[in-house]
């Protein structure tokens, strides 16, 4: 994976203040766009000089870079060593789903440039932030795998499994409302109830063949 050399391998953004340049980006790139913000106005909107600003990133470009990085590297780094531990399969699972829908909750600006704003890097800034996304995909396709060995999951593919997983719970992104119906956290525990019950094996019938699911012919 090819990462970009500002990025220091570490999934922290790097002090209180860099944080709070990076959240204020985050804000600013989702009002008005990436190429409708300059780095003068950002640095209006957090009170410095723009030779500050510099100190702190060398370019918008970089700067757009650490706004994605809270999705596509901190969230990544942080929440893959969740699919460890001694609990059931299902229950890792559902333990990365929830965290992940909730990070969508508490990063609603950096999760919507995310989207919107990938293109904007450079082809090796765009390689480093997809080579942690494969990362993401390739760990939990192995923990699938590991289930269906284990007997507690029903799932012929795992890669195209985990493709299906990423749409739903990348889904609230869209269109999660914090003044809507249901809280961030109830719709993580609902997501993650959904995901492990699709991939659970057929229960045995009392004779011991498989049941079929609802629907199932």
């Not at 492990?196 to 498989?210: D, K, S």
Request: charged share 25%; hydrophobic share 40%; proline share 6%.
């Amino acid at each position: 994976m090819n990462v970009d050399p500002s990025d220091g391998h570490r999934p922290s953004r790097g002090g209180t203040r860099k944080a709070e340049l990076v959240a204020l980006a985050s804000r600013m790139f989702r009002e008005h766009g990436y190429h409708g913000v300059g780095m003068r106005a950002l640095a209006d909107a957090a009170g410095m000089q723009a030779a500050s600003l510099y100190h702190h990133f060398r370019s918008k470009e970089e700067l757009l870079l650490h706004t994605i990085y809270v999705v596509d590297r901190d969230m990544v780094v942080e929440q893959m060593p969740l699919l460890d531990g001694p609990e059931s399969h299902a229950e890792r699972l559902a333990r990365l789903v929830r965290a992940h829908i909730t990070h969508i909750g508490a990063n609603r600006d950096a999760w919507l440039v995310a989207g919107r704003e990938l293109r904007a890097l450079s082809p090796d800034r765009l390689e480093a932030v997809q080579g942690y996304r494969r990362d993401y995909q390739r760990r939990i396709a192995r923990h699938l795998a590991e289930g269906v060995d284990a007997g507690e999951f029903d799932c012929p593919d795992p890669r195209l499994a985990t493709l299906a997983i990423l749409d739903l719970i990348n889904g609230p992104n869209e269109w999660f409302d914090p003044g809507g119906r249901l809280t961030i956290e109830q719709i993580a525990d609902r997501y993650a109830e959904m995901v492990v019950r699709q991939l659970a094996p057929p229960a045995p019938t009392a004779g011991g063949g498989p049941t079929t699911r609802d629907g199932d012919t």
